[in-house]
Structures are given as structure tokens and as C-alpha cells.
């Protein structure tokens, strides 16, 4: 399914506000309230729109801390990564785990209540992954820009 202009300004509005009403986004598309809801339709069954979410806020919920973690794995066997992403996926403090080109192997986004409740996820999950030779972890000291956006 190739994307028209009409498809991506539905997107752009739906990344920003994705609790918005299908008559406002009709609306601000410049569409029908019927034609705006087959296409958002047709964007779900083929996969553009993933999911909904409510992004909430960390420092609301106790945890302001941003932590990213390098890992470097003592080999590169398919097992070995497997193995890693298996159990790196159950930490509930990880909200991000991307495999890297680099001197890493593995970039780890993690969220805590400070230093010590870091110490704490450490010690008690990211200390025992599997296959980890090398860890190096630095702590945000304030987030100037984020966004979920994806830019089309």
C-alpha cells in the first residue's frame, strides 16, 4: 500500500493526539467522517498504526531517572543474543533494548527512582543477564527533547 498525503496527515495527527475524535480528525485532514474513518482503518489492518497508548509521565510515577546501559556480550553466538534478549525483555525497569553496530553490542534504556533504585535494578536483573562481558552505564541529567513523532 503506497501512502498519499491525505494517509501521512492523518498519521502526523494521530502521533501528536491519538485520543482524538474521528469527526475532529476528519476535520483537521480535511475529510469526510466516513472516508477519514476507512482510511484509518485501512492504516491499522496494514500495519501503519501499531497501536494506542497513553504516554505517562515518569516523574509522576516515581521514577524521573533516565539510565542508558551499554552491554558488550562475551561472544556473538546466536545463542548468546538469544539468550540475552530473552531475559532483558522480562526486566520491567528496561524500556528499550536495541541491538548496536559499534563497540557495544546492546543499548539499554532504563528508568528508576534515583541512583540507589538503579544500584538495586542492577544488582538484582542486569547483573545476572546471560553472556554479558562489559557494562557501562550513564545517567541523563535532563531530557531536552523527546518524542514519539515519527517524521513524515
Not at 498519499?4 to 475524535?21: N, P, Y
Not at 477519514?36 to 482503518?41: E, L
Not at 497508548?53 to 509522576?60: E, G, H, I, Q, Y
Not at 532504563?110 to 550513564?138: E, T, Y
Request: charged share 25%.
Amino acid at each position: 500500500m503506497q501512502l498519499d498525503e491525505t494517509d501521512r496527515r492523518i498519521l502526523t495527527v494521530l502521533q501528536k493526539t491519538g485520543r482524538i475524535s474521528n469527526a475532529e480528525l476528519s476535520e483537521r485532514v480535511n475529510l469526510s467522517a466516513s472516508a477519514c474513518h476507512r482510511r484509518v482503518h485501512r492504516l491499522e489492518s496494514e500495519g501503519y498504526i501499531r497501536d494506542y497508548v497513553a504516554l505517562v509521565d515518569p516523574r509522576k510515577m516515581g521514577r524521573p531517572t533516565t539510565v542508558f546501559v551499554e552491554i558488550t556480550l562475551s561472544a556473538q553466538a546466536d545463542e548468546v543474543l538469544d539468550a540475552f534478549e530473552r531475559q532483558v525483555a522480562l526486566i520491567p525497569d528496561v524500556l528499550e533494548c536495541h541491538l548496536m553496530a559499534g563497540k557495544s553490542d546492546y543499548l539499554l534504556k532504563v528508568v528508576a527512582q534515583d541512583g540507589d533504585d538503579f544500584a538495586r535494578i542492577h544488582r538484582r536483573f542486569l547483573a545476572r543477564l546471560p553472556g554479558v562481558a562489559q557494562m557501562q552505564s550513564s545517567f541523563a541529567l535532563r531530557t531536552v527533547f523527546k518524542t514519539t513523532a515519527i517524521p513524515l
